[in-house]
């Protein structure tokens, strides 16, 4: 993924507080270690005011916070730690989290089923909100002058991977600048559900980035500060670190530990 690692500064733009560093944190490592410059941008990273949704609610309780607690401000802190961890620097976006928002007819975008689930809704119009994060992306291309913008491919087709997803593709294709999408993980151990690109775009042949073990040790010591998310995403019946080993180990069974990214290519549409 990387040439010329010493003179590359990366500019990875996460949806989420943790998603970067799940996904590529070892490949990010790696770089730092090299010689690169690390930035990751976080765009929903803003503290929102209650009442908060139900599924918001229950994010909270199963986080161990309280109900009056600013839960992004806990999780900023947690990903300062985390990119601390793998020598990157970090900057926090102001949009809220799709647990906090709600759609255009009010309705909340992310609500309860019966039990314990949470359903996406899908937004009506996602322009405006792709069109205000790309004029932030594109503050933080004039700040950190990337060499590579990285960001998610969107499997899943969480609305927040999504909106960042296309947002970082119109930003960086207007000026030029190499871009890469990562495989979202942990959710690529389970699905390959990928929201389509925008017209004029696809992506090409993946790429498996191998680290050696001290990017993976690094990786995985920074997951340890995300302590809200693992409560979650790890536990007894889950053991998302095993199964981050597992995945790597069936990309490629006679490598190393590796994490996997797209080449973004344009072609004329139809």
Known sequence: MLQDADRTRILAISPHLDDAVLSVGASLAQAEQDGGKVTVFTVFAGSAAPPYSPAAERFHARWGLSPTEDAPLRRRNEDIAALDQLGAGHRHGRFLDAIYRRSPDGQWLLHHNEGSMVRQQSPANNHDLVAAIREDIESMIAECDPTLVLTCVAIGKHPDHKA????????????????????????????????????????????????DEEARTRKFQAMKHYATQLSVLDGPNKNLFAKLDEHARNAAPDGGYNETTWPVIRYAAE
């Open 164 to 211: 960042t997803r296309d947002a970082t593709l119109l930003a960086a294709r207007e000026r030029g600048i190499p871009l890469r999408l990562w495989q979202d993980l942990p959710y690529a151990a389970y699905s390959q559900d990928l929201a389509e690109l925008p017209d004029g775009l696809r992506l090409g042949s993946p790429e498996l980035s191998f680290v």
